[in-house]
């Protein structure tokens, strides 16, 4: 076998794209081949494996993400050595469920629901658990099933939208889920302090404020302090050790889940026995119960009246007659109590929303209440207010974090293992689940808790108490304990998390001044973009209120779930090949109705928080988009039209298409008759099958002749196939080209059919069924040279055999096959074509079946094994089988085929050489044999009596066994030993009937017969030339296992051998592949263009 990088003739070796299946095997040649029963396939060996080989290193093959080996380097090695990687062991509920429960309940629902279910009523807050909780779950449809489209490496939703809308709208999204990741680590810290400093260790505040009216002030200085310090804490944490902050998250999780637990406990116990958390109320105002212990304006201690605490707060003096507040003096002091219990009716009182401006008293119109009350005074009092102004939308935009999370899944793909599986499952259980429990928190909350508490935000009427925690069961500090935890534990994995998607975008390019955070430690672990995260995370921090900062990341998010389901929708409306989910339950009006709901809510939140995220959005955009690139200016309004299609043109052509977005775009090679009339419309049946409307269809004439003479004939031609492609609905476009000979014109059709990146990539045309009939060599010639031209120009090839025996496209085939042979591996186009026809509706109900070789030395059960996996990983489904052909020795029918494709091939070159060449031939004969001299004139007699035979055979074409000749063959040799061994095996005279005798004959299997041919003619197979011979024997053994299992199918398609590299063996090829052939009715010869066409990956 020839090495690649020997000499070869031009379309003979194809130079293929860097890949890891296809001419990718530089390590194990001359393992790839061995034996007999391939030979017809071995000058390919070296740029197109055997399928055993290819299967043999998809077995290796883990879904690992992609960047995702730096960072299994390991610590103490510093980078000399990287740990061994192990194969995914994490199953749906721990890779999948529990990560995404971890990252969607959280500092939300533990300090802003209760707030949230009081101002805005059970109906309102239902509605905003609805809308956002759709929300997400119809993004998990869309990401579902963007997910399980191959394999999704690291960077999750970035990954997924970039790979799938391309790198402007991926670099912009992904930058705008990174900073809702890294505001996410803000919201989550300022969660923890406020929970620190609030509820747990009040004392430890720096900043006091000595009036009511400061309190808001220095508890955001307070937040501002602690907070900064909580970022530099955890970012060394991430810093020193992430795998830590990996351990740690189960026991985060299940602080959350136990907090969550101790809810509904508290719940249940409030049938049979409320907890007692009173509130004080003057008149129908709520007070806070921080400086003082009795709800009295007055008690009676010692047979004596004495004022209270309480007094001390509306009075100047502790006297019975002190100037108190005019409110105070009006009306009684009350107590009510907190949580009345889940059966006590207060549920009625809460199903309606209580909005109001910042420092609205928080009341209960229930109770009675006289007037005196003086606003200038009144902020000073000991009230429960607002903190901020309340509305609906405010409301929504708080609220949304505590939805978000979904993603925890997909990010961890590598990690899974059965991604594609788990990812789908796992992530829409977790959203239903954390939905579940929102809607009947919200409900139970609102018919268990008082209204004035509900609104009380901080817990002043109880104590300081967390009022969520006053429901809790055993204690509330279960609730504040957990809750602590759970925003410490979310707050790391955001700041885990954030870095590593930048990292994925630095390292990708698309924006340069990014590259700097691509790099970090030695075992890849993100120092700059860490640095860069906690800076930016530090904005949000000074921003110090979380009902500020939780809008903004709302907003991002938003923006990331919006362009997830524009991206499910795209791909699902243009049918790209590679659209292939396993997730089926999706669809485009969901996706888009998603993002519709996506862009709704972000006006919803904030209309200028949207506007300001979309521009973010925009400029990162266009800044990806126009980058280095020159400015195109158009002609003006006319010409907009023509710039748009000038601009594709030229995106188009500015590099290959990525293996995923290939389709084949199909060049169809077309024949018309004597009236320019359509020989094999079924040609175009089948493309538009295949084509499905999609991408370019160019379908090309050549007529014979000059430009000149030939213009009507052209035009009449172009307008007959335009007619038959409209018959046939194929669209595309025409291309008839008048050329001096049929070889020359095809050539130029090749090589120069469409415009620019509209090129055609694949060269669909019928078999020449009536080769052998023939009086022109030309035309099985023109068809070789077609295969080579295609070959060389890196186009894949399709040969339909008994085109016209095709269905049309009126026809609807029933519950049949597609049988793929796959013999060798040229970039999967055998798997490719098989699911783009099962997409038109002819198609449809055929169940596809997969066959491959095996050969000696392979395993056939684990080949078996081997390929349902890579099927899997290709989401096709299909019936897989392995053939073995473990029988290497060469059958006497198979020389003796051989023996009679030599001598027809010898008798076809007699006929047409002329006299003069025939005596220059007989005389080389002469020269180098005496055996020839005494056989002179017998020889040239018979050879007259061959040259008016040729007469009868040419007249009688039908039925004549002719083969192929090429006056450059260099066969002198095999003729002059064939002269030694006889008169009779030089020069045979071949009549129809001893033809038909002879095919008869060698079609017998009986083993009696097979036995004494093998002795018979022993001599003269001897002489044959090997070569000829193995592959003989690869078409017979080849056709015997694809006409015993395929005879029945629909369709087959199978490998097609290239045409030998030494053009003297062209004479044989076409004799080769009707011996592969026979026996079969429709058959897709396929022979791939030198690139992956399909994928695994996303």
């Not at 860097?18 to 001359?30: A, E, L, R, Y």
């Not at 591996?825 to 198609?843: A, I, N, T």
Request: charged residues 20%; aromatic residues 8%.
């Amino acid at each position: 076998m020839e090495q690649r990088g020997g000499s070869r003739r031009k379309g003979d070796g194809v130079p293929k794209e860097n890949s890891p299946f296809i001419n990718n095997t530089d390590n194990d040649k001359g393992n790839s081949y061995d034996g007999t029963n391939m030979a017809l396939f071995e000058e390919e060996m070296d740029s197109n494996p055997m399928v055993s080989s290819l299967l043999n290193k998809l077995a290796n093959y883990t879904n690992l993400t992609q960047g995702a080996q730096e960072h299994e380097e390991a610590d103490e090695d510093e980078g000399s050595k990287k740990k061994a990687v192990k194969s995914p062991q994490m199953g749906t509920f721990m890779g999948v469920y529990l990560p995404c429960l971890q990252n969607i309940l959280g500092v939300i629902l533990f300090l802003r629901l209760t707030w949230i279910v009081g101002t805005a009523g059970i109906l309102e807050s239902l509605a905003i658990v609805c809308l956002c909780c759709s929300c997400t779950m119809l993004t998990a449809i869309s990401m579902s099933a963007i997910a399980t489209n191959g394999v999704v490496p690291a960077g999750g939703s970035y990954y997924m939208i970039s790979r799938s809308l391309g790198p402007e709208f991926g670099g912009a999204v992904g930058l705008c889920f990174y900073l809702g990741t890294t505001f996410a680590g803000s919201m989550y810290i300022l969660g923890t302090i406020e929970i620190l400093l609030t509820y747990i260790v009040p004392k430890a505040a720096i900043f006091v404020a000595d009036r009511k009216e400061d309190e808001l002030n220095a508890l955001l200085n307070n937040m501002r302090v602690y907070g900064t310090c909580c970022l530099a804490l955890m970012s060394v944490v991430v810093f020193v050790g992430v795998k830590y902050v990996n351990k740690l998250a189960l026991v985060f999780l299940a602080c959350v889940i136990l907090s969550i637990l101790a809810i509904y406990a508290g719940v249940i116990k409030t049938i049979f026995e409320p907890p007692d958390f009173p509130v004080c109320m003057l008149g129908n105002r709520t007070l806070q119960n921080l400086n003082f212990d009795k709800c009295l304006k007055t008690d009676f201690i010692d047979n004596m009246t004495v004022t209270t605490k309480l007094w001390m707060l509306f009075c100047d003096g502790p006297e019975l007659n002190a100037t108190c507040n005019e409110y105070f003096d009006n009306n009684n002091v009350t107590m009510i109590q907190g949580i009345p219990g889940l059966t006590s009716g207060v549920i009625s009182e809460n199903m309606w929303s209580v909005y109001g401006p910042l420092g609205m008293m928080v009341e209960n119109k229930e109770l009675s209440s006289l007037g005196g009350s003086d606003s200038a005074q009144d902020i000073y009092m000991p009230y429960v207010i607002n903190d901020i102004t309340t509305f609906f939308t405010l409301l929504v935009g708080i609220y949304f974090p505590s939805v978000t999370g979904i993603m925890a899944g997909s990010n961890r793909s590598g990690d899974l293992r059965d991604a594609q599986k788990s990812i789908p499952i796992g992530t829409i259980l977790a959203i239903a689940t954390t939905s579940f429990i929102y809607v009947t928190c919200v409900v139970l909350f609102g018919a268990s808790i008082e209204g004035v508490l509900l609104r009380d935000k901080f817990g002043d009427s109880v104590k300081g108490n967390l009022v969520i925690g006053t429901l809790s069961w055993p204690s509330p500090w279960v609730i504040v304990i957990g809750s602590f935890f759970s925003c410490c534990g979310a707050g790391l994995q955001s700041l885990t998390g954030a870095p590593r998607l930048l990292q994925a975008i630095a390292r990708d390019g698309i924006v340069p001044f990014l590259q700097v955070f691509g790099h970090g430690k030695a075992n890849g672990e993100p120092t700059w973009a860490l640095l860069l995260t906690g800076g930016i995370c530090e904005i949000g921090i000074l921003i110090a209120s979380l009902d500020a900062v939780a809008p903004i990341l709302s907003m991002f998010f938003l923006m990331c779930y919006l362009f997830v389901n524009l991206a499910c929708a795209v791909q699902t409306l243009l049918r790209t090949p590679n659209w292939r989910p396993r997730f089926k339950y999706y669809h485009w009006a969901l996706s888009f109705l998603g993002m519709s709901l996506c862009l709704a809510l972000m006006f919803i939140c904030s209309w200028y928080y949207a506007i300001f995220a979309m521009a973010i959005a925009g400029c990162i955009y266009k800044y990806i988009e126009y980058r280095g690139a020159e400015k195109e200016w158009g002609d003006g309004i006319r010409g907009l039209s023509l710039n748009a299609a000038r601009y594709a043109l030229i995106r188009l052509e500015e590099a290959p298409p990525h293996t995923k977005n290939w389709r084949p775009q199909v060049l169809v090679l077309l024949n018309v008759d004597s009236d320019q009339g359509v020989k094999h419309p079924r040609l175009l049946s089948l493309t538009t099958q295949l084509k499905a409307g999609k991408g370019l269809t160019i379908v090309g004439n050549v007529l014979e002749g000059t430009y000149l003479t030939k213009d009507a004939e052209a035009k009449r031609a172009d307008q007959n196939i335009k007619s038959s492609m409209s018959a046939e609905k194929t669209k595309g476009f025409c291309h008839v080209v008048v050329s001096s000979n049929l070889r020359d014109g095809m050539s130029h059709l090749i090589q120069s059919a469409g415009l620019g990146g509209m090129k055609h990539n694949t060269v669909l045309m019928a078999w020449p069924g009536t080769w052998r009939q023939s009086n022109d060599p030309q035309s099985w010639k023109n068809f070789i040279e077609t295969v080579r031209e295609s070959t060389a120009a890196h186009h894949a090839l399709l040969v339909a055999k008994n085109v016209d025996s095709f269905p049309t496209n009126q026809d609807r085939l029933g519950e049949g096959t597609i049988d793929v042979w796959w013999v060798v591996h040229d970039g999967g186009m055998l798997m490719l074509l098989p699911f783009l026809l099962r997409q038109h509706k002819v198609w449809r109900k055929c169940k596809m079946r997969i066959f491959t070789v095996a050969q000696m030395d392979d395993n056939s059960i684990q080949m078996k094994k081997d390929l349902q996996m890579f099927l899997y990983h290709l989401r096709l489904d299909a019936e897989v089988e392995v053939v073995e052909m473990h029988d290497n020795d060469i059958s006497a029918f198979t020389y003796e085929k051989t023996l009679m494709m030599e001598q027809r091939t010898q008798m076809l070159k007699q006929m047409q050489l002329s006299r003069t060449e025939r005596e220059r031939e007989i005389q080389s004969i002469t020269d180098e044999s005496r055996n020839s001299i005494r056989r002179k004139n017998p020889g040239a007699a018979e050879s007259d009596s061959l040259s008016r035979q040729s007469s009868t055979v040419e007249d009688n074409q039908e039925d004549e066994a002719q083969l192929i000749h090429d006056r450059n063959t260099a066969s002198h040799a095999t003729i002059n030993d064939k002269a030694e061994t006889g008169p009779d095996r030089v020069h045979m005279t071949w009549t129809k009937d001893k033809m038909f005798a002879e095919r008869n004959r060698n079609r017998e299997c009986n083993a009696n017969v097979a036995v004494r041919d093998l002795f018979n003619m022993k001599p003269e197979w001897e002489s044959l030339n090997q070569s000829n011979v193995r592959r003989m024997h690869t078409a017979v053994k080849l056709n015997g296992v694809v006409v015993n299992k395929s005879q029945g199918a629909h369709l087959v398609l199978l490998n097609m051998p290239g045409p030998p590299r030494n053009r003297g063996g062209d004479e044989n090829y076409m004799e080769f592949l009707e011996v592969l052939l026979e026996g079969l009715n429709r058959v897709l010869l396929v022979r791939g263009g030198g690139r992956e066409v399909i994928t695994i990956y996303s």
